[in-house]
């Protein structure tokens, strides 16, 4: 604990002087402030050059008196600083049971200890907007993700929404939802999770359904190029539908989330998620959400996004409505 105190209280002076180091394999000397390694890119701020990304599987060696949170790909998490690595490509961490030496290749997550809200907080928005004159069906859709990080828990933001108008007053298919989550690592794999989420969807006669609940999981993947996780859980909604009495469900939850991601520029990422509802208050009813969105980077911090949804609902609380809705658009978005 005493070291940990020491380490947060010289963070601010020592990220001042940036006098952490990161050598190339080529053999160059990089001199400055490590941000960040996330997803394969290592994030290093200059005197010179200012902030810039490096590939992480470029890195031969690093160091910093200063102390970070490291991650693994094999679920370890540990507090240390980074000192002088005798092999290439490998991390040389002091920690308060001692040394430990890792290849860079399981170095999935490095995060200075005693950055601000905003350091830990990673995240994207895009819109995107669509019209065409001869059906004179104009759309527009945005998306956002906000993520906010630490060792043990994850704290996640999620929004989308769809607006449409048309001049023949009944083409609107409007949606949207809300998602917050909480996940909670425990052991090197294992995770628990809660989330509430709210959807709203004319196409399927749901003016607004919250729900709530909790889930168990495991994260079978974590590299510098996927992750894979699978959990199960019990959520409870309440549906209120257009012209129907709102009502309550225990429903049953699979999910399946797993994000690929190359690192080379313009970097590409895909994230899935996939989650499936078995009710068990009115049986036989299933329920299925999934999220897909594929981003392809147009220069640093700005991408092109293809995002893909799909909602199925057996039984929907509105009789006469549709029982799938598809849909799939492009935007333009930043990240942050």
């Not at 394969?40 to 102390?67: F, H, N, P, Q, Y």
């Not at 907080?121 to 065409?132: E, N, R």
């Not at 399927?204 to 974590?222: F, H, K």
């Not at 949804?309 to 930043?334: K, M, V």
Request: no cysteine; proline share 2%.
């Amino acid at each position: 604990m005493a070291m940990a105190l020491l380490i947060v209280s010289g963070t601010t002076a020592s990220a001042q002087q940036r006098t952490d180091t990161v050598t190339l394999l080529n053999g160059d000397r990089i001199t400055g402030e490590i941000m960040r390694l996330d997803r394969g890119s290592l994030e290093v701020k200059t005197d010179d050059a200012g902030t810039i990304d490096i590939e992480w599987d470029k890195v031969a060696r690093m160091e910093a008196v200063r102390g970070f949170e490291i991650e693994t790909a094999d679920g370890r998490r540990m507090l240390g600083s980074l000192g002088h690595a005798v092999e290439t490509q490998s991390l040389q961490i002091a920690t308060n049971e001692g040394g430990v030496a890792l290849p860079t290749s399981q170095v999935t997550q490095i995060t200075p200890i005693g950055t601000s809200f905003w350091a830990r907080l990673d995240g994207s928005i895009s819109a995107g907007f669509s019209y065409s004159q001869s059906s004179g069906i104009a759309q527009a859709t945005v998306n956002s993700d906000a993520l906010f990080r630490r060792p043990a828990f994850a704290v996640r933001l999620t929004g989308s929404g769809t607006a449409t108008a048309s001049h023949d007053s009944e083409g609107r298919d409007d949606r949207g939802a809300v998602e917050l989550s909480y996940v909670r690592y425990r052991g090197q794999r294992w995770f628990v999770s809660g989330a509430s989420r709210f959807d709203s969807n004319e196409s399927l006669g749901l003016v607004l359904r919250s729900q709530v609940g909790a889930l168990l999981g495991q994260r079978l993947v974590n590299t510098n190029h996927a992750q894979f996780e699978l959990g199960g859980g019990l959520m409870v909604n309440d549906a209120r539908a257009v012209d129907a009495a709102a009502t309550q469900n225990l429903e049953g939850l699979l999910a399946m989330k797993t994000s690929y991601y190359t690192y080379d520029r313009p970097k590409t990422e895909v994230d899935a998620s996939v989650q499936y509802y078995p009710s068990l208050s009115s049986w036989g009813r299933q329920r299925l959400q999934l999220d897909t969105a594929i981003r392809r980077e147009l220069w640093k911090d700005f991408f092109l996004s293809l995002n893909v949804y799909e909602t199925f609902d057996s039984d929907p609380p509105q009789p006469d409505a549709a029982r799938n809705d598809l849909g799939l658009a492009f935007s333009i978005g930043w990240s942050y």
